[in-house]
């Protein structure tokens, strides 16, 4: 497992590095993005007929790796998706002698829809649309303890 640790880390250097490419054919543009992410769960304990929020996870830092392709359908309006590797993680600390420890994999598959506007050299955009996740692989461990306080 060290080996793929040391793959996608390399990986991820080598395209950090790299000045981002776009090719442009007509009106397709395809590029490589990669990117770092910090991604936060909440733990909700339903009752009494209400939610509460009982456990804060801490983030793991993760990434994204992959590619995309933007189609512009009008002047001010185009469509974006792509492939991505990505991974989120979280922990936490003891609660009720419990403690997890999160780490898994995605395929990411972003739709944007973009709306973008030019002002001289600078165009203004901004985009909405779903992302279809799939697990591809990962650890997760939950580790008991016989106290039950923090």
């Known amino acids: 497992m060290k080996r793929t640790h040391r793959f996608i880390a390399a990986l991820l250097i080598a395209v950090s590095l790299a000045v981002p490419v776009a090719v442009s054919a007509q009106n397709i543009s395809f ?88 002002f001289g050299n600078v165009v203004v955009s901004a985009f909405i649309g779903p992302s279809i996740y799939y697990g591809l692989w990962g650890k997760t461990h939950l580790y008991l303890f016989s106290d039950s306080t923090g």
């Open 31 to 118: 590029g490589v993005k990669a990117g770092f992410n910090l991604t936060n769960t909440v733990d909700k304990e339903y009752i009494a007929g209400s939610y509460y929020k009982s456990n804060l996870m801490n983030a793991k830092p993760g990434f994204n790796i992959g590619m995309m392709a933007e189609v512009d359908i009008i002047k001010y309006f185009a469509v974006r998706s792509g492939l991505f590797l990505t991974t989120r993680g979280y922990t936490t600390d003891r609660y009720l002698g419990v403690e997890y420890n999160s780490f898994n994999y995605y395929l990411n598959v972003p739709v944007d829809f973009i709306g973008k506007y030019r």
